[in-house]
Structure formats: structure tokens, C-alpha cells
């Protein structure tokens, strides 16, 4: 792991690509992937739509909170992956902020729902999915605004994504 480097923190709704372009950009750099959301469960032992059952949703943001001061108290040389929600908490931005460069992944509503289909790891989507991602983007429309970049992910592959952050990053 390369712990000179500055970390880089990807933000943005579920389905935006956190999770693909961390492990692109992760390769590609040669640095360690942290998902949060794996990391979360790994930690706690269920998965996320049985944390949210048995704990409830405020259980699991303490436990996000908890992980990501964890990851980003530690070296760089890290891509750390997100959850949808984790710029809910203003604790959780200003740790970002000051612990790596912030890149926030967009995605208009269609792309989203088009990418989370079929998908039942995200108990926020319980129901009528398309609704409830409406509903969320509108609830979040602002919360992504403090990160240092932004890319709209609707019209662009992984791999041209992954070179758009790497070009900023590497200014
Ligand atoms: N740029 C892209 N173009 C097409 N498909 C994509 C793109 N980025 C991601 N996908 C696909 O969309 C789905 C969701 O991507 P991913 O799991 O990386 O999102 P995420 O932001 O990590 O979501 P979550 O917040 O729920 O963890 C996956 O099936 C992935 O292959
Ligand atoms: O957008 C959200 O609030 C979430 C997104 C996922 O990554 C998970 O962190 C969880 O399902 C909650
Ligand atoms: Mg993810």
C-alpha cells in the first residue's frame, strides 16, 4: 500500500458506481480498496437488510460513522468506497473532508434505477424501488455538493470515469 499518497473518497446515491470505480481506481493506483459497506458488515457480522431489521437504520449510520473515522484515521494510499447515505451525517463530511480528496459520483434517476434493478441489498429500495430513489434524490439533492469533484457517471463507462477522477487526482 502506497501510505504516502492522499486517500480518495468516492460519494454519491447507491448505484452511482462507488463500488466499480473504487475497484478500478484501486487497481489502477495500486492502492487498498475499503468499501464501507463491507467493511460494515464484515465488522458486524449481518448483512446491511438484517442490520437495518434487527437494529434499525440509526444502528447501522453509528456503525458507518464508527468505520469510516476507523479507515481514514489510518495512511492513505486508499480508495475508500462509500454508502449512499453517508453524507447524512455532517460528522461524516467533515471527516471526509479532511481525510482525503472527495469525489462525488452523479447519476440521473432512470441510470440509477436501470443500475439497482433486481438488486435486494438496499432495504432503503424496499417496495417500490423507483419511488423510493425519486423520493431519495430529492431528500439528498444537496448532500453531495461538499465534495472537491463531481462526475456524472449517466452516459460514461466505468473505465472513463475511473480516468476523469485519476486526472484530477493526479494534478
Ligand atoms: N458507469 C457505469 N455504467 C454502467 N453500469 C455501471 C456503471 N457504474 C456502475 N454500474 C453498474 O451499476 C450497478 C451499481 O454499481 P455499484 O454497486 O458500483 O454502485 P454503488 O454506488 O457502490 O452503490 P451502493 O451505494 O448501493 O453501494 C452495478 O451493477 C455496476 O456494475
Ligand atoms: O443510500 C443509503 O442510505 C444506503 C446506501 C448503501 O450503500 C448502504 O450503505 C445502505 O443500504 C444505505
Ligand atoms: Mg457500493
Redesign the pocket.
Known sequence: MNQTEQNII?I????????????ILAKELGFALV?L?AAIVAEQGMTIPEMFELRGEAYFRQAETAVLRKVLASDGGQVV?????AVLEPLNCEIMLSGGIVFA?T?DAE?II???RG?S??PLLAGNAEERIRIIMDERKDAYRFAHYTVD??R???E??ASQILMHYRV
Open positions: 468516492l454519491g446515491m447507491m448505484g452511482t458506481g462507488k463500488t466499480t470505480i473504487g475497484q468499501d459497506d468506497a462509500t454508502g449512499g447515505g459520483l447519476a441510470t436501470d443500475r439497482v438488486d441489498n438496499r457517471t449517466s460514461m463507462g466505468p472513463k470515469i
